[in-house]
């Protein structure tokens, strides 16, 4: 409940600042994790704004969506069809994406929504496994099927192409192409100005009331209150934030493809939400940067690099450290993946940031609740 | 007619295994109230137990054959799997037998993990969320799939059903239709008998034994039963087993009509949830009922008839049946109330 003694408008402006300041520095600080690269940047970026989405349903009202990658994929798709109608120009693209995205999540939403508990979560699956099966078999015509769709240099592009044989197949904002850097900072911005909406949403009226359905939802109907227009504004935010985020997906690469819908792609950013805090501002964030990274960096490791890494051992001891090791990296991350996870479950059910936060008590003793908040903000903007 | 009839056989041992993963998971919910993410997993370390005992029994010695030559004038190489060069005939029929014998050898591994699953795990998170529920046993099935994966590799691993019931049956000719009217694999058809056997066995041990009566008492009320002096937790952590020892058993016998890999589990994990939500959280009888049902409806929809007619009704009539029921039964077929609501 700690956001809520502290809504004034001067700390969360601080607070965006870092943030915008910390995101935008990203390629300096980076640099020693080795993670610099645009293309890494860019999926923090895009899986930082879909975790963020998802944690206002989860996180902030407390329903489990086990199908949040559907609007991902229907943003994909979306954005990729305004590249092929209108043109390269990503605002329209990323426009035409929140609000199909949003139209879906409401209709899904205004079904899936009767139910509470383990019922809505099955709902929200059926429903996504369902779109990814029809766009991977009956939908062919919109959605090419298990090729994937992409801008062709055929596409009719009203405003750009039209046709021609020339002319860029990359999203390019007047001109500026959305590849390496400028597509990150393209990201990069989209993602403060939605965490700032985020920001908003949480410290809102609007806010609070999610929080009351989330903390209980029979007491605040016998306040004669009716949660579910709440529960499923929160639905379609959270589904237009994804949309979104699949939006620059196809921004940064113009492909859209059905298995970035499947149930594995929806439980990913679960996992991501629940890994940095549900609940919390940042958080999301942390853990799909976190899960991201590890899935980058961790599975491109071999054994050459291993070998690198335990030079120092002498032979015998090397080799079975790096035999050992490489049961976790490379093409075995997903261990790692798994064993963080449950650990995380376990011991640290508030995620990276009760961690963190923890462990700013620990180091900087009880101060003044304000100082501690700022401290914590310090600590998860240092941890990125 | 025979084709009506042939759809519903090829239905029931897909709704065979589908209702065993169910009942094992209804079980689970039905007495801890923890929702098991991991039970797809469970289900493939059941399919490698006997892909490990398949293993083990195919190790093959090799000898020299001075008789035989190669053309490059070296003498050939013998190579005979062991079992058949020490037993001979029996070891021959043990190697023909083996999934089948793999039970044997599953039922006291699943056991054991089942235990240790919910002693070592499980059990803290009796009184967590259901989320923290989902997403630990979710983070366990990840391990679970990589030590496998690590152990076996990644590709599927064919494994024979034994030959006497390898070919198909003439079933048509048994309810009177015209000879290979329809004509139905033997194993499925074992399949089919095993998971019914199954299943009766398990309604059978909770309804007619002791033990049974105190679980089934547990289930509806853990305090009393517990104030009665009866330890209520050893009990159910054997009922965890003995669900484990379930869904381990399904995937053995699936082992011939699937050839296992390491992402099976979560294939049938998805489709034993929706299964379990449409027969209701909770009730053993609505998750078998849904189970068979399910994989009927599913076999239905593969038929060219009705795919020309609807494209795609094949991927989607589960979860378009599972949406269905639960927007017009909020508590599935034959749920409880107040089971998992909010």
Redesign the interface.
């Known amino acids: 409940m700690d956001f809520l003694d502290k809504d004034n408008l001067q700390n969360d402006l601080i607070l965006i600042a870092i943030f915008a300041v910390a995101i935008l520095t990203m390629p300096i600080w980076l640099e020693p994790f080795g993670a610099s690269y645009p293309d890494l940047m860019q999926k923090f970026a895009i899986f930082g704004i879909f975790a963020t989405g998802f944690n206002i349903l989860f996180g902030l009202t407390g329903y489990l969506s086990f199908g949040h990658a559907a609007f991902l994929g229907v943003g994909s798709y979306t954005a990729v069809w305004s590249f092929k109608l209108l043109g390269m120009n990503p605002i329209p693209a990323l426009i035409a994406a929140v609000i199909i995205a949003g139209v879906f999540a409401l209709v899904i939403g205004f079904l899936s929504l009767r139910r509470t508990g383990i019922y809505f979560s099955i709902l929200t699956l059926a429903f996504a496994q369902m779109c990814y099966n029809l766009a991977y078999s009956v939908l062919t015509p919109i959605t090419n099927g298990e090729t994937g769709l992409r801008v062709l240099r055929s596409d009719p592009r009203i405003f750009d192409g039209n046709g021609s044989d020339t002319g860029p197949l990359v999203a390019s904002l007047f001109g500026i192409e959305m590849t390496g850097m400028a597509g990150f900072y393209f990201c990069a911005v989209v993602l403060i100005l939605v965490s700032w909406l985020a920001i908003m949403i949480f410290r809102s009226p609007f806010g609070l009331m999610l929080k009351a359905v989330k903390t209980n939802q029979n007491r605040m109907g016998y306040t004669g209150l009716n949660t579910r227009p709440y529960a499923l504004a929160a639905f379609v935010i959270s589904g237009m934030y994804a949309g979104l985020a699949g939006a620059l997906m196809c921004i940064t690469d113009p492909l859209a493809g059905a298995e970035r819908m499947q149930w594995t792609a929806s439980g990913e950013v679960v996992l991501m939400t629940i890994l940095g805090g549900a609940g919390t501002l940042m958080g999301p964030m942390l853990g799909a940067a976190l899960i991201k990274y590890f899935e980058n960096i961790f599975s491109a490791f071999n054994e050459q690099t291993l070998e690198h890494v335990f030079s120092f051992m002498p032979e015998g001891m090397r080799d079975a450290t790096v035999s050992l090791a490489g049961l976790f990296v490379g093409e075995g991350w997903h261990l790692t993946l798994g064993l963080m996870f449950m650990i995380v479950v376990i011991f640290l059910p508030g995620g990276i940031i009760e961690g963190l936060r923890r462990l700013a008590k620990a180091v900087f003793g009880r101060k003044r609740p304000e100082q501690s908040h700022a401290a914590r903000d310090d600590a998860a903007q240092t941890a990125r | 007619m025979d084709q009506i009839l042939l759809q519903i056989l090829n239905g029931l041992d897909k709704g065979g295994a589908y209702a065993l993963i169910a009942l094992g998971l209804t079980l689970i919910f039905g007495t801890l109230g923890v ?1 098991n993410f991991a039970h797809g997993a469970l289900f493939m370390l059941g399919a490698f137990c006997a892909v490990g005992l398949y293993q083990l029994l195919t190790l093959e010695m090799v000898s020299i054959d001075p008789n035989n030559m190669t053309p490059w004038g070296t003498p050939a190489e013998i190579r005979q799997p062991y079992i058949e060069a020490w037993f001979g005939e029996a070891g021959s029929t043990m190697l023909n037998f083996a999934v089948p014998l793999s039970i044997l050898v599953a039922i006291p591994i699943m056991l054991v993990i089942g235990i240790v699953m919910e002693r070592g ?1 499980v059990k ?1 998170f009796y009184r ?1 969320p ?3 529920q ?3 046993t ?6 679970l ?3 496998i ?2 152990w076996f590799g990644a590709n599927p691993i064919p494994i024979p059903a034994p030959e006497a019931v390898s070919g198909s049956a003439d079933i048509g000719s048994w309810f009177g239709f015209a000879e290979n009217a329809i004509s139905y694999p033997w194993w499925r058809l074992v399949y089919l008998l095993f998971s019914v056997a199954v299943i009766c066995a398990v309604f059978a041990f909770l309804q007619f034994t002791t033990f049974g009566m105190v679980v089934r008492a547990g289930m509806a009320d853990r305090e009393t039963v517990g104030l009665l002096g009866i330890d209520i937790d050893k009990r159910f952590t054997i009922m965890f087993g003995i669900a484990a020892v379930v869904a381990g058993l399904a995937g053995v016998m699936y082992t011939p009509i699937l050839p296992p890999d390491y992402h099976m589990g ?1 294939d049938f994990l ?1 489709l034993s ?2 299964v379990v ?1 449409v027969g209701g ?1 909770g009730s053993l009888t609505g998750a078998v009922a849904a189970g068979f049902l399910l994989g009927i409806l599913q076999s239905f929809a593969s038929m060219t008839e009705i795919k020309s007619i609807f ?2 009704i094949d ?2 009539i589960i ?2 049946v ?2 269905a029921i ?2 017009v039964r ?2 599935g077929l034959m749920g409880r109330k107040g089971v ?3």
């Open positions: 929702v795990l803290h967590r259901h989320a923290e989902i997403l630990v979710f983070g366990l099935a990840i391990v799939q990589e030590i994966k690590v979560m998805v949830f929706v939500v959280m494209p795609g991927q989607i979860y378009l599972a949406v639960l927007l909020p508590r998992m609501e909010g």
